[in-house]
């Protein structure tokens, strides 16, 4: 089969490699739609985020290897032994943190919390290839109502599910989020349906704020042409959101806030509310711990999306409670045009792009 594999940083090459060997609890999946995520993306540049180092360590000591792509919809071709949720013909979608089921955790029927399991496209062969085999752990059905494109957003809405969980939101609290990408308008979906009340959005790109805007915020600030922390107090009689999420840190080479978004954040929250990181920011940052204490800020962060947060995720998509067309921008054909998914998704600001680009291989 095609498979693409990395040979160094920014080094990716369409090879002729094995089909995988199919093992009991694994299926064997044909893929039908894969996307790199935001961190994948930057990772395949060599731009330091989560997980940099033990990729330079993988690709320093084995390449060339298949690494990322565990974000996507694929179809069971053949199921291995003691495989018993699923059959050939499933169309399925998969979380990446899979439990290690050896640990005290799993031992005691708390896998959904394991850490110490690999993640399909780092430790695992993820889906940039022509086929993949996947354990059946990881797995969930994709409904008939969701097309191959959104399935493949199904693993980063869980995240983004996790995320809203972890703030625990009362009925009616005002919430605000930074950066309206992908993960930013999946929040900002979920925050409304889970009672939510005013919502403010803020970006930078009018693109994604129209997309803010048509999704469902009550309110959206472009930070490039107003102060966000002051409109934001403005909209909440002084007070600040009871609820900011921030979705926009991250290196500023790839359109990414930096630093900056984490500070208008705490500005925007309201002394003793919750504000929760999301972003992933490569690097040590410098943050004013007296000022949250003083403040008594919660600065909380999601927990580990598990197998119920995926399937959750299915009943919201399937019905029309949250919505991922419009934040699909480009969708690319063949499983040549890999590279260029992950070049637009490195540099969403360049290409206007929300979602990261996709790419169809059925």
């Given at each position: 089969m095609k498979a693409w594999r990395f040979y160094g940083f920014g080094d990716l090459r369409l090879d002729e490699v094995p089909m995988p060997e199919l093992r009991p609890r694994h299926v064997l999946v044909k893929v039908l739609c894969v996307q790199p995520s935001v961190t994948e993306a930057q990772l395949a540049f060599g731009i330091r985020t989560l997980a940099y180092e033990k990729i330079k360590k993988r690709l320093e000591t084995e390449a060339p290897v298949q690494l990322f792509g565990h974000e996507y919809c694929v179809r069971i071709v053949e199921v291995g032994p003691g495989v018993t949720r699923f059959r050939a013909g499933d169309r399925v979608a998969a979380r990446a943190k899979l439990p290690c089921e050896h640990c005290p955790l799993c031992d005691s029927g708390r896998s959904a919390l394991c850490r110490k399991g690999p993640i399909i496209g780092f430790q695992l062969p993820g889906c940039f290839a022509e086929y993949a085999v996947l354990p059946e752990i990881a797995l969930t059905h994709v409904d008939?109502?969701?097309?191959?494109?959104?399935?493949?957003?199904?693993?980063s809405l869980s995240d983004s599910v996790a995320s809203v969980e972890t703030a625990e939101l009362r009925i009616g609290d005002s919430v605000v989020l930074y950066g309206q990408g992908?993960?930013?308008?999946?929040?900002?979906?979920?925050?409304?349906?889970?009672?939510?009340?005013?919502i403010i959005a803020?970006?930078?790109r009018k693109e994604a704020l129209d997309v803010s805007r048509e999704l469902g915020a009550d309110y959206v600030i472009n930070a490039a042409e107003t102060d966000p922390v002051q409109a934001i107090l403005d909209l909440t009689e002084?007070?600040?959101?009871?609820?900011?999420?921030?979705?926009?840190?991250?290196?500023?080479?790839?359109?990414?806030a930096g630093t900056r978004s984490l500070t208008q954040a705490i500005g925007s929250v309201r002394s003793g509310g919750k504000l929760v990181g999301v972003s992933w920011f490569g690097a040590p940052?410098?943050?004013d711990i007296d000022l949250l204490r003083e403040r008594s800020l919660r600065y909380?962060?999601?927990?580990?999306?598990?197998?119920?947060?995926?399937?959750?995720?299915?009943?919201l998509v399937a019905s029309g409670r949250v919505r991922l067309k419009p934040a699909i921008k480009h969708v690319l054909h063949g499983i040549e045009q890999v590279p260029q998914a992950f070049e637009i998704t490195a540099n969403k600001g360049r290409y206007q792009a929300l979602n990261p680009a996709q790419v169809m291989l059925a």
């Open positions: 008939d109502r969701i097309s191959d494109s959104e399935a493949a957003c199904l693993q992908s993960m930013g308008l999946e929040c900002m979906q979920i925050a409304r349906v889970s009672g939510a009340g005013k803020v970006d930078v002084g007070n600040g959101a009871d609820v900011v999420f921030e979705c926009a840190g991250g290196s500023p080479k790839q359109g990414l940052l410098e943050v909380l962060f999601p927990d580990i999306s598990t197998l119920g947060h995926l399937e959750h995720t299915v009943g």
